[in-house]
């Protein structure tokens, strides 16, 4: 949550940053804002509450600079604002820093500034950090680096930042701890930011800081230390590796599509094989993961798995229980990561921990992988962005590979996540014995069609479009499925809640009647998941149910099924596939329909209110 970047170097600092910024803006979008250096040493700062549009619109000209940092922010202390809005300076305007995290201490901090007579002029918790470093200075630091390294001793909580100060030109300092940040190198020039889509369009050499790690660059040098380290070793850099990032600029880029939420549902197909590609030996009848290799002794001895994840990919670790307690007869546990630290699952050596995470940095979801590691379990990462703080942070893990996810609901990485958390499956399966090479062979067979299946539901975009259309004015929908669908329904329901604001639940189909068939009437429109599958009849009789009284149905059925059409008013198809594959098709029409609702009700898909993409807040 929230974006900060920050660039040094010759060319014009201020348009760097607010183009790097436009980058993350999927990270929140309460307001935005920019403090630039310019060639007369003057501070140019702008801010704006709500997108960054808004404050492109404020920003008339902007200055000639080599040093600037900009800011997106997700508010979580103040509400959104001028003054609120990030970047924050000192009190003689001479500091200028924008963060991203929370400063868990900050009213005892403020209250000790305040004491000694510093100015606060916002409500967040930020702002303590320019004052303490202002503070420093004043009290003998011999510089921003030096200052900036106290300060951040005295913090407890979780923070990236990118800061300069008006006195040191040739100085910008990023620092982490709990939030994100890599260094972007490039020719006589560095960009701090919170992900690499920020610094992709000048450079695709990054470093990525660890917990307590601080940049000092100047257009020329780049130094990191860690600022915990004190006394003579304190000025000793660390060596670190420069990493090349495989994205392309192209690939996050919206490109002949209207939204990059369409733009990443039609890239499914793709997004499969590219999870696929060289692990799904169907010939061998079994899964090859490279990214597990160091681990392979371990995993022989694993007796139980928990799967941890936040929103979407928890819903994706739903259906990696059913996977794995079928595939590789390996007793799953799935938990919120957001509870896991509070209510630990009793785990220790035995026990494999699958952290799911497209982001790789959801805070709670990289706590749970912290705790999980000090019971001695085995953490795995399921996770898109490489290089990424819960990637680097497991003992070993599967990539996605799915590119960049840049709307903030996540589709194409869901579906990626089925894919590897399948191949997981049968990778366990085949460890444990608990499948034959002749069952693998078949399945991952089956998993090599779902590329050109999925080709297929997105041909009927134009049909789900116009359902969309005939239920654009229903305010409540409910979305029932059974067994590996069921967690699919879930899903279905918050895509349309999260992008249309259209109120939705999901629920096992077998449940209904316990409570949620008491809303039912002609008003409100259940979309039923009822592939040919082992539930099939059962989940036809909740159908009719609901058409007892009179909900209309839009029914997710197996390509020829014509019995589904007596009581469904209207039929998507889906193709043929083996159950335990069938939710990487089904969920496929329910993002489509959501899509859809969400334009037709003219919502700001890739941005709806209140969201953002990278939680990287508890
Ligand atoms: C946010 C996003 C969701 C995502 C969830 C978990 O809520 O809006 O789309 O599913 O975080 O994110 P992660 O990156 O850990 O999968």
């Not at 089904?586 to 939680?615: C, E, T, W």
Request: hydrophobic share 40%; proline share 4%.
């Amino acid at each position: 949550m929230c974006g900060i970047v920050g660039y040094i170097g010759k060319k014009n600092a201020a348009q760097i940053t607010l183009e790097g910024l436009k980058r993350l803006e999927y990270r929140g979008y309460d307001s935005a804002g920019i403090a630039a250096l310019d060639q007369n040493g003057a501070v140019f700062m702008r801010r704006e509450v709500g997108k960054i549009s808004a404050l492109e619109k404020k920003l008339k000209i902007l200055p000639q600079s080599r040093l600037s940092i900009a800011h997106t922010r997700w508010a979580t202390h103040g509400e959104p604002s001028v003054s609120n809005a990030h970047p924050h300076a000192d009190c003689k305007n001479k500091i200028f820093l924008a963060h991203n995290g929370i400063i868990e201490n900050h009213d005892k901090i403020r209250e000790a500034l305040l004491r000694e007579g510093h100015v606060f002029r916002s409500e967040t918790d930020t702002e303590v950090l320019t004052h303490l470093i202002e503070r420093c200075l004043a009290f003998g630091a011999p510089d921003l680096q030096s200052a900036v390294a106290q300060a951040l001793r005295h913090v407890v909580g979780t923070f990236g930042i990118a800061v300069f100060s008006a006195d040191e030109p040739d100085t910008l300092i990023g620092a982490r701890r709990g939030s994100p940040l890599l260094l972007g190198v490039g020719k006589n020039e560095f960009i701090v930011a919170s992900d690499a889509a920020a610094v992709l369009k000048r450079t695709r050499k990054v470093i990525y800081l660890n917990d307590n790690e601080m940049a000092v660059l100047s257009p020329k040098s780049k130094k990191i230390f860690n600022i915990l380290r004190t006394g003579s070793k304190s000025g000793k850099p660390l060596k670190k590796e420069v990493k090349m990032i495989d994205w392309s600029l192209e690939d996050a880029e919206k490109g002949e599509f209207t939204h990059f939420m369409e733009k990443e549902i039609h890239e499914i197909p793709e997004v499969i094989e590219n999870a696929l590609r060289g692990r799904a030996l169907a010939k061998e009848g079994r899964a090859k993961l490279g990214g597990l290799d160091s681990v392979e002794e371990q995993l022989g001895g694993i007796e139980r798995a928990v799967i941890t994840a936040c929103g979407t990919s928890y819903y994706a670790g739903l259906i990696g229980k059913y996977l794995f307690e079928k595939l590789a007869h390996l007793p799953t546990e799935v938990i919120y990561a957001s509870e896991f630290r509070y209510h630990p699952p009793i785990i220790g050596k035995e026990t494999a921990v699958f952290a799911v995470s497209q982001s790789g940095e959801t805070a709670d979801t990289l706590e749970a992988v912290r705790e999980a590691k000090k019971t001695g379990a085995l953490t795995l990462g399921i996770v898109n962005v490489v290089g990424s703080s819960i990637a680097r942070e497991v003992h070993a893990g599967i990539y996605n590979h799915a590119g960049p996810e840049i709307a903030v609901a996540s589709t194409k990485a869901f579906v990626s996540q089925l894919a590897v958390l399948t191949l997981a499956a049968v990778h366990l399966g085949r460890v444990r014995g608990a499948i034959s090479q002749e069952s693998a062979a078949e399945l991952l067979k089956e998993m090599l069609a779902l590329p050109s299946k999925a080709r297929k539901i997105l041909a009927l975009g134009g049909k789900i479009k116009n359902l969309a259309k005939s239920y654009s004015n229903h305010d409540n929908f409910l979305y029932l499925g059974r067994k590996y669908n069921w967690p699919v329904s879930l899903e279905g329901a918050l895509k349309l809640k999260e992008i249309s604001y259209v109120h939705a639940e999901g629920y096992p189909a077998g449940e209904m009647k316990h409570g949620p068939i008491a809303l039912v009437d002609s008003n409100f429109p259940a979309m039923v998941i009822a592939p040919r599958d082992s539930v099939y009849e059962k989940t036809l009789s909740n159908l009719q149910e609901l058409k007892a009284r009179r909900a209309k149905i839009i029914a997710l059925a197996t390509e020829g099924d014509m019995e589904i059409k007596k009581y469904a008013n209207h039929v998507i198809n889906i193709p043929q596939t083996p159950e335990e594959l069938s939710p990487i098709l089904s969920v496929i029409p329910l993002q489509l329909f959501a899509y859809h609702m969400a334009v037709l009700k003219g919502r700001d898909v890739d941005k709806p209110r209140n969201l953002a993409k990278s939680v990287t807040v508890e």
